[in-house]
């Protein structure tokens, strides 16, 4: 009898001592799951000078060390824009295969609406050029790969354009980037703002990974823009 009392202990110890049946996880109802799926609210980041940052050489890509091409809406351009990637100002050249990991790469970009210049190939010259009367948003139209979270843009050049109660408000937007117009008397055909970024991946080639609203459209642009994070290392082994 006593084997039996002991044989029925052990059995009630390893069922939680309960004798009834772990009630099973709740699962989420549709609700929970789409809230959890949702996509964030932008956050508003501190943006920094980029006349106060110190660069380094800039990458030498196919075309050169810098990229210039048009910002194409309709197949018409409405601006102009020339990009390059730069390492920190420590180094003299600036090939990636020969960066440390964890190298900081900035990524600089000027965008000047209404105006052409010639493009590099391959990025033909659109049939015929707008001018532009109030660009307001330059984003970038892919998730920013490897961003550190350091953003911002000439303070110099965006007082210029937008007179001295103008200003930029940079955002991260679930994971792309958005330099947003706020205030002044608006941005306007001729008036160059340069804008950065900082990444721990180089670039994989440029790319028409940029855009810019401008008069009610949207034009895309091409410049040097990062491998998605899941790409970059998918060559090592």
């Known amino acids: 009898m006593k084997y039996a009392l002991a044989a029925c202990l052990a059995a009630l110890a390893l069922a939680g001592c309960s004798g009834e049946p772990d ?11 789409a809230a959890a799926d949702a996509p964030t609210e932008p956050r508003t980041l501190v943006a920094a000078d980029l006349g106060e940052i110190r660069l380094g050489a800039k990458i030498e890509g196919p075309v050169g060390p810098e990229v210039e091409a048009s910002i194409v809406a309709g197949g018409r351009s409405i601006g102009d824009i020339v990009s390059f990637v730069a390492c920190p100002a420590e180094y003299d050249t600036c090939d ?8 900081v790469y ?3 970009i000027t965008v000047t609406p209404g105006v052409d210049k010639p493009n590099d190939p391959p990025f033909n010259r659109p049939v015929g050029l707008d001018e532009v009367e109030a660009a307001s948003v330059f984003s ?17 050049q965006a007082e210029e ?42 670039p994989d080639g440029a790319a ?10 949207i034009a895309m642009a091409s410049g040097p823009f990062p491998p998605k994070e899941e790409d970059a290392g998918s060559d090592k082994p």
């Open 208 to 217: 028409e990974a940029y855009s810019l609203r401008a008069d009610e459209k």
């Open 106 to 108: 900035t990524y600089v």
């Open 161 to 202: 354009a937008l007179g001295p109660d103008g200003a930029i408000r940079v955002q991260d937007d679930n994971g792309t980037l958005v330099w947003r117009v706020v205030g002044g008397d608006g941005w306007q055909t001729g008036e160059p703002m340069t804008f950065f970024w900082q990444s721990t991946l180089a």
């Open 96 to 103: 990636p295969e020969d960066m440390p990991e964890g190298t």
């Open 23 to 33: 009630e099973p996880a709740p699962t989420p109802t549709p609700e929970e799951t």
């Open 140 to 156: 970038t139209v892919r998730q920013a790969s490897g961003f550190t979270g350091a953003i911002g843009y000439d303070f110099k």
